[in-house]
């Protein structure tokens, strides 16, 4: 049932309809599957004591609530990576925990998903998966000034607070009961002013010795990735196992068209032989990059640049590599119109890749080995992709 939110809240900046409907729809629908949700893992109630925990922060600490028994106020916040709508609240959350600082309010963030739970098309809106290593990266790229933590071996924490989805706040008192639950404010978009700055105004109230008026709200974003949604996983491999790999001919005149990318989508383009180690070593990261981002404004395409004697010997190592792309072979026999279809500048070393825009536009291009994570970055942080819903 999560699955449905999430294709609602995830995945619809590569669905041509309103985003803001969309997040109402599905906030519809995340409280008609509240009751479902409960019975699995209860969300923590309104006057009830914060459960201890111990959890390793990225910055390689241990952390339980005894480390924030100074603070007049405790703000818990469920968060995640990949999440488009945790990314949307990031800078939110670094300003809530800047300003409240000197009023004796903690901020901490947990991140409840399973990193083995998490499809690779879940990954659509970001570069980084749930994994501690990667949440180290975010915590670092984003200068985090709170404790961010990592649950996602056990659970165990999450399961005691029951968050619904990423971002879901829990804020206590200073006897650490549970006086608000819910979003952070009413608003997704980064780029627009809430209405109601529910988490806010739960910790004036609270620093002012007031009851806390809203106590409890809705929330949207990601569902949680518990661990028992591996099957899941499991079930996204084989679907993609089962997909066909086909292997066309392509000429320079052809690839010429292609680099003029009269499409609308962000187009990454690699070219490689078979008979190349560090080719064929880098393989299977584009294999990745482009289950994690199809669903959007993007397409992968390679070429192999072989003798034509070769192409039997193409087509099984792309079958091996469950290669449901967009696949050419181009005779090497003419490299010289190829290097000029392609890019004048490139020197013809493989690999060679390139990311182009939409009217031949080349935003990157990599002679040799990628770094994976740095042309995940690109991708996401291209203008036509993005991070937000």
Not at 89 to 106: F, G, H, Q, T, W
Request: glycine share 4%; proline share 5%; net charge negative.
């Amino acid at each position: 049932m999560n699955e449905i939110v999430d294709t609602l809240i995830c995945k619809s900046a590569g669905m041509k309809f309103n985003v803001w409907s969309c997040l109402i729809c599905a906030s519809l629908l995340l409280t008609a599957f509240v009751t479902h949700h409960s019975n699995e893992h209860k969300t923590l109630e309104i006057g009830m004591a914060a459960p201890d925990f111990e959890l390793k922060g990225v910055d390689g600490k241990s952390y339980s609530l005894a480390s924030f028994e100074k603070a007049k106020v405790l703000v818990v916040i469920f968060t995640c990576n990949h999440c488009p709508t945790a990314q949307a609240y990031e800078d939110r959350i670094i300003r809530l925990a800047s300003d409240y600082e000197s009023k004796n309010v903690s901020v901490v963030a947990i991140m409840p998903n399973d990193p083995a739970c998490l499809r690779l098309d879940e990954l659509d809106f970001s570069d980084l998966g749930d994994s501690y290593e990667e949440m180290k990266i975010r915590a670092k790229e984003k200068n985090f000034n709170f404790p961010y933590l990592y649950d996602g071996d056990t659970e165990t924490a999450s399961s005691s607070y029951g968050p619904i989805a990423t971002p879901h706040v829990f804020v206590f008192d200073n006897s650490r009961k549970l006086r608000y639950e819910g979003r952070v404010d009413d608003m997704e978009s980064p780029f627009r002013t809430p209405a109601s700055t529910d988490t806010r105004n739960a910790i004036d109230a609270l620093l002012a010795n007031r009851e806390v008026t809203v106590k409890k709200t809705k929330v949207f974003g990601c569902s949680v990735k518990w661990s028992d949604k591996k099957d899941q996983v499991e079930k996204a491999k084989e679907a993609w196992a089962k997909e066909p790999v086909h292997l066309g001919n392509i000429d320079s005149d052809s690839i010429a068209k292609m680099m003029k990318n009269p499409s609308a989508k962000l187009r990454l383009i690699n070219l490689w032989s078979v008979g190349s180690g560090p080719c064929t070593q880098e393989f299977p990261a584009f294999i990745t990059i482009n289950r994690m981002y199809r669903d959007r404004d993007f397409e992968f395409i390679n070429i192999s640049i072989d003798e034509i004697s070769g192409r039997g010997r193409i087509l099984e190592f792309l079958q091996q590599q469950q290669a449901s792309a967009s696949n050419y072979f181009f005779d090497i026999k003419d490299k010289s119109k190829l290097i000029e279809a392609v890019n004048p500048a490139w020197t013809g070393v493989l690999p060679y890749t390139l990311l182009v825009e939409p009217g031949g536009k080349i935003v990157c291009t990599k002679e040799g080995i990628i770094i994976p994570a740095d042309l995940k970055r690109e991708i996401v942080n291209n203008h036509l992709l993005g991070r937000y819903p």
